[in-house]
Structures are given as C-alpha cells and as structure tokens.
C-alpha cells in the first residue's frame, strides 16, 4: 500500500513485490505469491487512475512454487542495481534489511542509505520517514542533493563486487528501497487515523481477485455447513493476534496477563451487534447477526477452549485443507477475506492485520469495529 501511495505522490509507476516464502512465517516450503495472485490488480489501477504493476510482469521468479535455499542465494545472472536502504540510516545496526526478495528476483542490490532529510519532521529515534522526502530523493535534483552530500552517504552491499566495478548508486530510472513500512504523510499510524491519507488514496480500493474471494467463499459454506447455493448468514469476524506480542509483555513469565481476555472481545461483540440493529431495519438480516468467527494465530488448546465455550466459530479446523488445496500462504489471506466480509468486526490494536480488515469492514460494508488494547481488561 505504501509503495503504490509512493507511486502516486511522485508520479511513478509502482511494482508490487511478491511476497516471498520464508519458513520463519508459515513454514519450510512455503510457496512465493505475486501480489496479483490474490489483489485485483486492474481494478485497483482503474481506481485509482493510475498503473500498477506486479514483479513477476517484469522481473522473473518461481512463482506459484516452493521456497528453496537457492531462491535466496546469489544467481551468477542476477542483474546488479543500485537502491536506497531507510534501515542503514536509521537502524542502530547502520545495515540494510536482510531481504529474501531480491535474489529471488535475480536481483543483486547494492544499496546507499537514504539521507536525514526524508525522516518525517518530529518523530525523534525510529524508522519514520515521510512520502514527501522519499518523493523528492526519487526527483532528479533530490537523487542530486543526496549523492552529492558531505561526507558521501554510506554504502552497503551483501555482496562484494569486483575490483573494477564500482558502487552502483540508486538507480534514476528504477527507484527502489529496503523497507517502506514505516512511511507516512503527517503522522505516524496513520493507518488508524480519520482521515489517513495512504488508505484512502490505496488501500480502500486493493480488492481481493474474484478467484481469492470464491476460494474463502467456499470455505465459509463449509464452516456453516452450507450447500454451495446457500448463501452465508452475516457474523462478526474476530481476530487476535497474540504469537508475536508476547514481545510486548513486561512479564516473560506470564504472559498470559498481557492478553485481553475472551470476555472483552465478547463484549464489544454484543456491543457491536447491537450497534447494527439499531442501524438496521428489524426485517433486516443485519438487525440479528447472532453468528461470530474467531481467527487468530494462538496455539494453547485452553484458550480455543474457552472459544469454543462462547460457541463461536473457527476458521483453524480448515488451515491444513486450504494449505493443501491452495498453498501454504492461503490460510492467511483467507483469514483476511473473511475477516472483511464481517457484517462488524472486532480486532487486535497496533496489529496490521487487524487495523487493515477493520477498515474493510468500515469501508466495503458500512460496518462497526472495535480494536481491543493490548492487555486490556
């Protein structure tokens, strides 16, 4: 989302990186997904009035396939190109991130880390940049300033290049940076602010495929136990995402005391239903949404227990079928669709995952959502 928004400020056509396996995610094996597998990447360019490209129109790659080793080692035709790096600069390693992507695109990046300038104004320490700095490096006289600067800005590459061949600078043509995640117009977390600039512009119009959406229909006709001609009742869509806030949690020893408890996620359900039947006319469906799916990336067995006490659905009993059927990447993304066709939804605060469906369900259905606090009671 933050790329293609970086598209439309500097007028410069975006490519969508795929999302490369990685086994410290879903798992050895895990297959590699161009973004246009599961976005509907025409409608989203059509929507937005501006083209958007995938990687794998560009550059090749093993697409649809398993991770190996070797996509993430050197390629004697990797193509050599010069990039920016927003870690060296503003990381205490002064490295750039370790990506996977780019040697499985036969890339070899040799970066140069991105001048003090693009940092957004006021946020002290942290990765924080703004798409205005970003936006004039990307300009000819920006990329000038930036590489004229005294003393010269620092450069990095994974690889050694030889004797003869000198740094790459970052390309004019094809800009390119290490990490975009933390980029932002005015403020930071944006994401969850009214308005956000970058959601509206983008990310309210990345549909998924229809191909995506049959795939989670299918599967939410199986969790109800449906026929493939009944259509699905409205629910609520939870998520909570615990597996890797336990990092945030002052007591390693007990974590579980940092986590909001099944019975405040039960109550803003019944808040939110009853938000929807009072904004909807009783003969309405949307007046009595009595149905709730849990997902979530929790594995202790007593805490799904207590999930399964509140008689609340689950999309886990289906992962390994659609991992199966589908890949190893799909569990997620069809946590994601289902989790924006939530008549509400209620969600997990400063978790991506839940901030982007909530504002799904916002936009796309004119629902209600909560997101609970960390640790909240």
């Known amino acids: 989302m933050n790329a293609i928004n970086l598209g439309l400020v500097s007028d410069r056509i975006p490519i969508l990186f795929p999302i490369v396996g990685c086994e410290i995610q879903v798992g050895i094996g895990a297959e590699s997904l161009s973004a246009g597998s599961f976005f509907d990447l025409p409608r989203l360019s059509e929507a937005i009035g501006h ?7 560009v550059k090749k790659g093993r697409f649809d396939l398993a991770y190996l080793n070797s996509d993430k080692s050197p390629h004697d ?15 205490d390693s002064k490295k750039p991130l370790d990506r996977e992507g780019p040697h499985f695109l036969h890339l070899d990046v040799q970066y140069t880390a991105v001048p003090l300038s693009v940092k957004l104004n006021g946020t002290g320490s942290g990765w924080h940049t703004s798409f205005a700095g970003l936006s004039h490096l990307m300009s000819p006289a920006g990329r000038s300033e ?3 600067l005294e003393p010269p800005l620092p450069t990095f590459g994974k690889r050694p290049l030889p004797p003869t061949t000198p740094h790459p600078k970052p390309d004019d ?12 117009t005015k403020y930071v977390w944006e994401w969850e602010q009214f308005p956000s ?27 109800f136990g449906l026929r493939e001609d009944q259509e699905v009742p409205p629910f609520v869509s939870i998520h909570v995402r615990h597996a890797d806030f336990k990092n945030l949690c002052p007591d390693p020893n007990n974590v579980k005391s940092c986590y909001a408890p099944i019975s405040e996620y039960a109550r803003h359900v019944q808040e939110l239903t009853a938000e929807l039947a009072q904004k909807h006319p009783v003969d309405s469906p949307l007046a009595h949404v009595t149905e ?18 509140m008689g609340w659905r689950q999309t886990r009993p289906y992962e390994e079928m659609i991992a199966r059927d589908y890949g190893r990447r799909w569990p997620a993304i069809v946590d994601s669709i289902i989790q924006s066709r939530g008549a509400a939804f209620v969600g997990t605060s400063q978790s991506t995952m839940s901030i982007v469906a909530a504002r799904r369900v916002m936009d796309w259905n004119k629902g209600p959502v909560k997101l609970v606090e960390w640790g909240q009671r």
């Open 77 to 91: 035709d990797d193509d050599l190109i010069g990039c920016w790096s927003v870690s060296q600069t503003f990381d």
């Open 146 to 148: 930036a590489l004229s």
């Open 292 to 309: 709730v799916i849990m997902m979530s990336d929790e594995t202790d067995e007593e805490w799904w227990a207590e999930v399964d006490a």
């Open 173 to 184: 043509h094809l800009a390119c940076f290490d990490n975009l995640y933390w980029v932002w």
């Open 197 to 223: 600039p970058t959601w509206d512009a983008v990310g309210t119009h990345m549909h998924f495929t229809k191909e995506a959406d049959e795939i989670a229909t299918m599967y939410l006709q199986t969790l």
């Open 51 to 57: 083209p958007v490209l995938d990687w794998q129109d």
